[in-house]
């Protein structure tokens, strides 16, 4: 599905990624931890063409799509679900959702709106109502419907936790392994490696830009290294307190 | 032979190839971080981690060896604290004993290996595995035991014993498997003497140990009514699980999306191609508590890429019975004149020895002739048989081999033995 070699990317001189390399296989979960600043979202916005890399190749199947703009990435079914979900807060629901599939015919839009809604039962119940008016839950189920609208393969998360009380987080986790079952791939970039690593298959570690660490989610949680720094000391579940 | 992992084990060269990348990538970024022996060679070398941008610039890295292991005892290669490590294996070898740390995943993916190796021997659930691997040295009994356990068969441990006592386990348990040495496989063979074969359950020899060859298979086939299977391990990485055959024996398939091998040039340690013969460089690729990259190995193989009719992609390495060095390979484990001195000599100072190895490859027996005074050999007889035992002691303790000492003559050291070699 999506194979990255070697991606070196940032803002002007500032080198963010230096050297990435990952994948993601068809109808798999993967997950990229790292702290703040480690070149977490500049590898989503470099993925999603908003960014053009200083260097590296990113292959969708096997074809090249490593400078294609934003536009043609979604074209080639790559949808981005940003940090802060970017919503057009005075527009109704339903028209931010059909925002999202301004690149596809309209004839096959009404389906996909049902599916998403089929997905998320409360954007159904509010379509009409602005979407600065909704609950932090409910932007991020907006934000991520937004991203299906185009029908992607492989959707881009940026922080979908972010922001949000940890039950309502887990509702959007528990939503996105629906997307994984069916069949939809997803890189998955996320501060709350908890969630993360339970709901991701496989997973990265980077640091300052390199990636320190790979392996499937269970190798990942087992690490120390990775318990220490981004699990926390002597971490618990919820039910464990 | 089922495939235990057949997803990566099958995997196509482009989804290997991108896997080792990756793999590779984080190795070098975290051994420049947390290793000091490998950022400076990186650096003296001119080399950021940054620079690996593909598989081929591996040949850019320094190469790392025995050496270079034992200057840095012994947790100087370690990329994790010593808290985050669960078990330490003394990996047995010229210049005396490497440390090799594990942690719980590395354990977790040796494991994994060995079981992957196991069952392409043909080793199933339905197996009884008896292991005469010596678990008092080296990590290959444990690892045999616990790739054996991954899938389900039933385990004997039973080092130590004399090949009489392995024969009467083996039949009385029924033993289908028989995880050895070659020269414990081949002991065992002899010891069967005139046994009905069709009262010995064993189907299968999975054969662990430094030296393996096609003529050694037949030996070991002639005697035991088994199908042979060479694997290779290395203490310093993982025993066994690197490499083992599959049931077209063409070669050891390498662990390659844990290891990548490259064949160079003994001497001047160039790259050489597939197909060319020369000494085996290892780099892990999994390896969190002491990963070890461009790691020569000593031993002289062929790497062979061409696919195999097992289904399995990875690359194969010819067996390896050859060293580099002037190693000495006894028993599945070995030792460099170097280090019987070093041992023997902190028992009697600058006393004159010999070694000789005696029986064929696979049963080599390790004889050390060690020279005494007349005077100090017409001595009681129970001395003599002390100072015996404790060198044998001493060798065995500190060099992970059985070694055979004999007290002569000084006189008798520097003339070849009776028979010759």
Not at chain 2, 327 to 334: D, K, L, W
Request: charge should be negative; hydrophobic fraction near 40%; include cysteine.
């Amino acid at each position: 599905m999506l194979r990255v070699e070697n991606l070196t990317s940032g803002y002007g001189r500032i080198v963010a990624l230096k050297g990435v390399s990952l994948h993601v296989n068809p109808g798999e979960m993967v997950t990229l931890i790292g702290a703040n600043g480690s070149g977490k979202s500049t590898l989503l916005s470099t993925l999603a063409g908003l960014i053009r890399p200083m260097n590296g190749k990113v292959f969708l199947g096997n074809r090249e799509v490593t400078r294609l703009s934003p536009e043609k990435m979604v074209r080639q079914g790559v949808a981005l679900v940003p940090e802060g979900r970017q919503l057009f807060a005075p527009m109704s629901v339903e028209d931010n959702l059909i925002l999202g599939a301004y690149t596809r015919r309209r004839d096959g839009q009404s389906g996909t709106l049902d599916e998403v809604f089929g997905l998320f039962p409360i954007l159904r119940e509010r379509r009409a109502q602005p979407a600065g008016t909704l609950s932090g839950g409910e932007q991020q189920m907006l934000a991520i419907g937004r991203a299906l609208m185009s029908r992607p393969s492989l959707l881009l998360l940026d922080e979908p936790s972010m922001g949000l009380a940890p039950r309502i987080a887990q509702d959007i986790f528990a939503t996105l392994s629906d997307l994984k079952r069916s069949d939809t791939s997803m890189l998955l970039v996320e501060q709350n490696a908890h969630l993360a690593l339970r709901a991701a298959d496989r997973g990265y570690v980077i640091e300052t830009g390199q990636i320190v660490l790979e392996g499937d989610s269970e190798s990942l949680r087992s690490n120390r290294d990775v318990q220490r720094a981004y699990l926390g000391r002597g971490y618990q579940e919820a039910w464990d307190a | 032979m089922p495939i235990l992992d057949p997803k990566t084990e099958t995997a196509s060269r482009v989804v290997l190839r991108q896997v080792q990348l990756e793999r590779l990538q984080a190795t070098v970024n975290r051994a420049y971080r947390h290793v000091t022996y490998y950022r400076e060679t990186f650096d003296r070398a001119g080399i950021l981690p940054e620079n690996i941008r593909s598989l081929d610039d591996l040949a850019r890295l320094p190469i790392t060896t025995r050496d270079d292991l034992l200057a840095h005892q012994p947790y100087a290669l370690f990329a994790v604290p010593l808290s985050d490590v669960l078990r330490l294996h003394p990996a047995a070898g010229a210049g005396g004993p490497v440390v090799v740390g594990y942690t719980q995943n590395d354990i977790a993916t040796w494991t994994r290996m060995a079981a992957r190796s196991l069952a392409s021997a043909g080793v199933t659930r339905e197996d009884v595995l008896q292991i005469t691997l010596d678990y008092s040295h080296g990590s290959a009994a444990i690892g045999t035991q616990s790739g054996a356990e991954i899938l389900g068969a039933s385990v004997i441990p039973c080092s130590g014993l004399s090949p009489e006592r392995q024969a009467e386990v083996m039949r009385h348990y029924r033993a289908t498997v028989l995880a050895a040495t070659p020269s414990q496989a081949l002991r065992l063979g002899s010891a069967l003497g005139d046994l009905d074969p069709a009262s010995i359950t064993l189907r299968i020899a999975f054969i662990v140990g430094e030296v393996w060859s096609d003529a050694l298979r037949e030996e070991i086939e002639s005697v035991l009514p088994v199908e042979a299977f060479g694997s290779y391990g290395l203490s310093e990485m993982a025993v066994p699980g690197l490499a083992t055959e599959c049931e077209c024996h063409c070669g050891l398939h390498v662990s390659e999306d844990n290891a990548l091998a490259e064949v160079v040039d003994p001497e001047t340690r160039a790259l050489l191609p597939n197909g060319k013969a020369g000494e085996l460089v290892l780099t892990t690729l999994t390896r969190e508590a002491v990963p070890m990259i461009r790691y020569a190995t000593g031993d002289l193989t062929v790497l062979d890429d061409a696919v195999c009719a097992c289904g399995r992609t990875y690359v194969r390495m010819s067996p390896t019975h050859e060293r580099t060095d002037d190693m000495v390979v006894v028993g599945g484990g070995r030792v460099s004149p170097k280090q019987i001195e070093t041992v023997l000599h902190g028992i009697l100072p600058d006393a004159p020895f010999r070694i000789h190895t005696t029986g064929g490859e696979g049963l080599e027996n390790l004889e050390i002739r060690v020279g005494m005074s007349p005077e100090w050999l017409d001595g009681e007889m129970r001395r003599v048989q002390e100072l015996r035992d404790r060198i044998e002691t001493a060798i065995h303790e500190h060099l992970g081999v059985s070694a055979e000492i004999r007290l002569v003559e000084t006189s008798r050291i520097d003339r070849p033995p009776r028979g010759g070699e």
